[in-house]
């Protein structure tokens, strides 16, 4: 019955996020999962189902950087939506030239997820 | 330095005294023996050597005139006078004037037991009479020096100075080998007094000229000159170096008007002001002003000056002036650094601050909009989701309430710092503050003043707050005034006893001053009539005084500028506790908790 839902991962340190991101990916008609840090992440069997990863920038360990460079290394190829709430400019070309979808600045706008979603799906 | 070395003067001197006569000798000339009756031990004679001595005529020709008067006393009588050099081991010999050639073929003798009767004579430190050079000892080796002139007979009695110094020999030669008369003996220790007069007095001229030298050499080096100035006639006297600092010629005699053609125009004020003051009251100065060169340079000139009353009670002003501009123009540019560096930490420190506020609300933000987002799609689903709804209007508030615990947060932290109350004298804490902005000041070329009553009483309050506000009020002051040109850059700084028993703080300048109308507005947050500034000075500054039950108010001057005060209670009932004080309201604490737009 849920087989049409297009799987996405959120990874956030932040516990708001966890909670309320998925519920709103629901409502847009996607299937989420919510990891609290990247390593939490790779160890879980979602690294091969998910579609699109929603992923905070700053985290206490292994950062959203960082796991996307993992990634890269384990030639997992998902497509990567950033948030976060630091707004560094210098921060989104880094991200984006290292193959990032799309960066978010929090607090970010449904249609601004939505579109990044969309594209995000596109490209896998 | 510039002085001869004692044999060069000697010897040249002895070749032209006899020859061509240097102008002294010969407006002296009546003290040569014109005729062989003029007796040496006449008091004329002798006062007029004493004359030519003590006018400080050149000490070859002094010695060839004694020589010469003393020839004069006998026939057949020769006299060469010797003078021992400055390491004690030869003496030669300084004039000879009816022996010619003598001194050229005979310079120098070794002082020692055989050197003839000069150089046995400064070695035994008593006279050296030899009848007859022919046969005695003394004169092996040196016969021939003398025999061309026909010389037989040589007496030397040792010159001493008033210390018992041997200075040199006074010598008597003869054509016939004869020993001295007592009447020769008498002669010979008179003459040699006189000598030795012209000796010490030659020395000390020279030691005092070292001495000068000395000094002078010392001025240049710290590039420092001294002057004295007679208030009351004007009379200014300068030292070299200050000719030289001021690149004036030294025939130019010194005016207050002369100075004030070098100083730099903007520091003209500067130089009235301190006439003034020292006219007024004589009290000791010291300023810091610039000369602007014919060249258009611009030096730096740090000047002390203490006065005193001579005798008869008159004003005498004795100073030094340093020539500081290497000191002055590095401190400005290690001053332009250092404010450049302060700017740069408090934009970074501003940005650090911004983005760490921005951060910690952006998160509970983020979960309010994803929250309210969530919550109309789920009441707008076909049946809607109220339950699913319910859930995510209250994860809303509870973002919400972690969006407003930050704001208190950093309430918490911009008033973390507790006041602390204390007894602070005002006066003090004042002087504190300027000693602070000295350098600021003088660079901005503002003649500060300071009224200070000594009976001020001393409030209760916090010292570095207080500091704060009157620092404030000191830089308003200053950069208020370094837009002035055409009037002196006068700021006062004064305290006083105010009504019931109140404090009060006035600083007061002469600056660009502010609209009537914007008087209450000058206390505004983030309001601003500076091209550099935030506007938050004056603001803060009132918060300050405000938590002290005090006043802090602006006026303007009746002539031009502006003047701010504050006045504050002096008893400790006029302050509430430590917590209120340290409770300053800080404008970034109140202006973080800002709404953002919808962005749903």
Not at chain 1, 31 to 47: I, K, P, R, T, W
Not at chain 2, 339 to 354: C, D, I, P, Q, Y
Not at chain 2, 434 to 440: G, Q, Y
Request: charged share 25%.
């Amino acid at each position: 019955m849920l087989t049409g839902r297009s799987i996405v991962s959120v990874v956030d340190d932040d516990e708001s996020v966890r909670e309320s991101l998925p519920d709103l990916l629901w409502e847009l008609g996607f299937a989420a999962h919510a990891f609290s840090s990247a390593e939490e992440f790779l160890a879980s069997d979602y690294v091969d189902k998910t579609r699109c990863l929603v992923l905070d920038i700053a985290m206490p360990g292994m950062t959203g950087p960082d796991l996307q460079r993992e990634l890269k290394l384990r030639r997992k190829e998902i497509p990567i939506v950033f948030i976060t709430a630091h707004r560094d400019e210098t921060v989104r070309p880094r991200v984006l030239e290292q193959g990032a979808v799309e960066c978010l600045f929090k607090p970010f706008s449904e249609r601004a997820l939505v579109e990044a979603l969309n594209a995000a799906l596109r490209v896998s | 330095m510039a002085d001869v070395s004692h044999e060069d003067s000697v010897d040249n001197a002895v070749g032209t005294a006899t020859a061509t006569q240097s102008p002294s000798t010969q407006a002296l000339s009546r003290v040569e023996p014109a005729q062989s009756e003029t007796s040496l031990f006449s008091g004329e004679s002798v006062l007029n050597i004493l004359k030519l001595i003590f006018a400080g005529a050149p000490l070859p020709d002094v010695l060839t005139i004694i020589a010469r008067l003393v020839e004069a006393e006998g026939k057949g009588m020769f006299c060469t006078i010797w003078l021992l050099d400055e390491d004690g081991s030869y003496v030669r010999c300084a004039t000879a004037p009816s022996l010619p050639g003598f001194t050229a073929n005979w310079d120098r003798t070794p002082v020692g037991p055989t050197g003839a009767c000069c150089g046995t004579a400064v070695y035994r430190r008593e006279p050296v009479y030899v009848t007859d050079v022919l046969s005695d000892p003394l004169w092996d080796g040196y016969r021939h020096l003398v025999l061309p002139y026909g010389i037989r007979a040589v007496w030397a009695q040792p010159l001493l100075s008033s210390e018992g110094k041997v200075l040199g020999t006074f010598s008597i030669l003869y054509r016939e080998a004869r020993g001295p008369s007592t009447a020769d003996l008498q002669m010979i220790e008179n003459a040699s007094h006189i000598v030795g007069i012209a000796l010490e007095r030659h020395m000390k001229e020279k030691e005092l000229r070292r001495s000068e030298a000395f000094l002078a050499e010392g001025q240049r080096l710290s590039r420092t000159g001294s002057f004295s100035w007679r208030v009351a006639t004007g009379e200014i006297t300068w030292s070299e170096e200050l000719y030289r600092i001021f690149e004036f010629d030294r025939d130019v005699p010194v005016t207050l008007e002369l100075i004030g053609s070098r100083v730099h125009p903007e520091d003209i004020p500067l130089l009235n002001d301190m006439i003034d003051r020292a006219r007024d009251n004589g009290s000791d100065f010291e300023y810091e002003h610039r000369l602007q060169m014919s060249n258009h340079s611009v030096k730096y000139l740090h000047m002390v000056g203490h006065g005193r009353r001579d005798g008869d009670g008159r004003l005498v002003y004795i100073g030094a002036a340093q020539d500081v501009t290497e000191r002055r123009l590095s401190e400005e540019t290690l001053g332009r650094v250092r404010s450049e560096l302060a700017h740069v930490a408090r934009v970074t420190s501003l940005g650090a601050l911004t983005a760490s506020i921005a951060h910690e609300v952006s998160q509970p933000l983020s979960g309010i909009i994803t929250n309210a987002c969530t919550c109309l799609r789920m009441l707008a689903a076909d049946p809607p989701n109220v339950d699913g709804a319910r859930e995510t209007a209250r994860r809303t508030i509870r973002d919400g309430d972690r969006a407003s615990e930050v704001i208190t947060r950093l309430r918490a932290l911009f008033s973390k710092k507790e006041g602390t109350i204390e007894s602070v004298d005002l006066n003090e804490a004042t002087r504190e503050v300027i000693a602070l902005s000295l350098s600021e000041l003088q660079r901005n070329r503002v003649i500060l003043r300071t009224e200070l009553a000594s009976d001020l009483p001393v409030v209760t309050g916090d010292r570095v707050q207080l500091q704060q506000v009157i620092l404030n009020l000191l830089r308003n002051a200053s950069e208020a005034l370094s837009a002035v040109d055409d009037r002196p850059r006068k700021l006062l700084i004064s305290t006083e006893r105010d009504e019931g028993d109140r404090v009060r703080l006035t600083v007061q300048d002469a600056g660009i001053g502010f609209d009537p109308q914007a008087a209450e507005r000058l206390f505004e947050a983030f309001y601003t009539t500076k091209n550099e500034g935030m506007g938050m000075g004056l603001s803060i500054s009132r918060s300050i005084i405000e938590r002290h039950h005090g006043r802090l108010w602006a006026a303007a001057n009746d002539g031009p500028g502006a003047m701010f005060s504050f006045s504050i209670p002096r008893g400790p009932e006029g302050v509430t506790g430590a917590r209120s004080l340290g409770n300053i309201r800080t404008p970034a604490a109140e202006d973080s908790g800002r709404a953002m737009g919808d962005p749903c």
